[in-house]
């Protein structure tokens, strides 16, 4: 059969058996109660209360208030037939001050929702860190700081020894491009510090703490078939003119492989260190540390919303800077300032982020073939759109058409031979997205920000639908 996008259906593709639909949350965007049962500070609690950072100056302090609310979201959860719950842990829940003493309260509110999930079904999907630092370790240098990596793998064993007979799939990290680059380069993120070269300091110490965090669970964790796993935002690129390859080039060693050289090759790739030489000399990276980094996986993780088109500036005009990130001053490409990110053709999303299908299909392709035998799964994907109420219904046929562009061209993959094994939908709720606050949603539940109701958009019932059958349905009120 041709793969061509022309000939290929959107709609009646069937998943194979065995193939997981899931949904996605965080635990800052999501649980509140932020000062409840003896939850530390995390630098986002830090960063949302300094003006300017964080849209309309919101906060997670209540959030979506999935912590009070967890029985009933976990029945929602099961109305639409959810078959695995991908959320963080709080790691100021467990260590309020980073390291030391576990609060037994914070561990105890995911073992109920480990519980509830496993309850109903659902099978636990749990990252480890999801962005919020506790606050006491970026006093004392953040990620930047060696000493962090090891209290990652502290707490990574406290959470695997209570969690660990019953967690399905074990995520270290999400996206540590940007808790490295938007945290200590752009100053998008928390803890908003610029400087390059912490920037490329986080990155080796975020992948050294996924490492030493897989030693200590595979020590602890139980469950003889539980995965292990690492979740990556991957940088699809396109190039437009005779600076094409060296600017993806570039900007695939920063993004890309700073990530997957070291936690699945063993090494940095020599032209990022080369490429960087301005910014640092790499002298943080010590004996031994690549073995540590380098742990076998079960499970690649793979968050995908929209492309990247860069190229070499020719050092006339404005640089373009599209790269899809808010302007904090500092600059998340450190040692690549003569790249430019030109604007995406569109058409967008709320968050200004092109819709780009093919981009997951040519991703999941080129990871599988990259690293022949790893597992792959969808860990994040969906859309944030302007919603309307209409008598109580949320017709967001844009939001649903996305998912199933985006089902469809992971279906191709799958049909190329990938071996994909499941899609987190991002995200279930509308929730505090970082630095826009509650101004963007990605739910396929609306939040009421006032009441904290819960309603369901036609994307849930259309994912329902999808998940109950296999089969990607057809979007209603689209004529296809
Ligand atoms: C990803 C984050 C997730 C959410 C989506 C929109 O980068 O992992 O928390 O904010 O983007």
Known sequence: MS??????????????DGFVFGSATASY?????????????????TFSRIPGKVWNGDTGDVAVDHYHRLDADLD????????????????PRIQPGGSGPVNPKGLDFYSRLVD?????????????????LPQPLEDAGGWPARDTAYRFAEYAAHVGAALGDRVDTWTTLNEPWCSAYLGYGSGAHAPGRTDGADALRAVHHLNLGHGLALREL?????????????????????????????AKRRIDALANRAFTGPMLRGAYPADLVTDTAS?????????????????????LGVNYYSTATVRVWDGTGPRQTNDGHKDMGGSPWPGADDIEFLEQPGPYTAMGWNIAP?????????LSEQFPGLPLMVTENGAAFDDVVVDGRIHDVDRTDYLRRHFAAAHRALHR?????????WSLFDNFEWGYGYSKRFGIVRVDYDTLERLPKDSAYWYAELVRTRTIPPVPGLAI
């Open 76 to 91: 929602l959860m099961r109305g639409l037939g959810l078959q695995a719950y991908r959320f963080s842990v709080a790691w």
């Open 218 to 246: 595979r020590e602890v964790v139980t469950k003889d078939d539980a995965r292990f796993s690492v979740t990556l935002n991957f940088h699809v690129l396109r190039g437009v003119d005779g600076t094409a390859h060296e």
């Open 29 to 45: 965007q999501v649980e509140g109660a932020a000062e409840e049962d003896g939850r530390g500070p995390s630098i986002w609690d």
């Open 116 to 132: 509830g999930l496993l309850e109903r079904g659902i099978a636990p999907v749990v990252t480890l860190y999801h962005w919020d």
């Open 358 to 366: 093919e981009g997951l299909e040519e991703l999941l392709v080129s």
């Open 279 to 299: 910014v640092t000399d790499w002298s943080f990276v010590q004996d031994d540390d690549l073995a540590a980094v380098h742990q076998p996986i079960d499970l």
């Open 417 to 425: 031979g990938v071996d994909l094994r499941g899609y987190q939908v």
């Open 3 to 16: 793969t061509d996008a022309a000939d290929y259906r959107d709609s009646g593709l069937v998943f194979p």
